[in-house]
């Protein structure tokens, strides 16, 4: 399972990142909203790499944004080979997104943390984090889908009660039965 998880957490993390970059390029010529080179300033702290004041490091900023959004992938992959799939998972996932970002980027001192940013930059994050997240989800969970019913959904099925596929929850299933 893992290694499968490995390969396909990499193809829906990096679709998941294509996705999320035509968004924000399509919402920054709506909105004029500048580049953010806070994904290259992060990556150049983690290694070590000489900053360099006043240049906009475009290469480094990919490196960062399609690497971090792949190897995040990985994680969302597993999450659906374990049985965790739809859009639940999904939006747990975008929770872990937007809470590895923060981490790197206020440990390396490049970010600051959300609650002290303009509401609208907040908003914008959380959209483009959010959209990532579900379309990394959808590619993970079709391509998990492919090998069957993770161990989580066989359990599911082994219960009476529980459902085997998605809708409103029973009364039962809030309390774990």
Known sequence: MMKRALWQGLV???VG???MTVGEKAEQRLTGRPDSYVPARTLERLTGMAE????QPAPVNWAMHFGQGALLGVLRSVMAHAGLRGPLPSAMFAVVRLTNDQILENATGVGAPPQTWPRSELAVDLVHKTVYAFATGAVADALAARSGPGPGQRHAMMRPGRRTHAGPPSRDD???R
């Open 52 to 55: 360099r004041p006043g240049r």
């Open 12 to 14: 829906a993390g990096a």
């Open 174 to 176: 809030a309390y774990g």
């Open 17 to 19: 990142t294509v996705v």
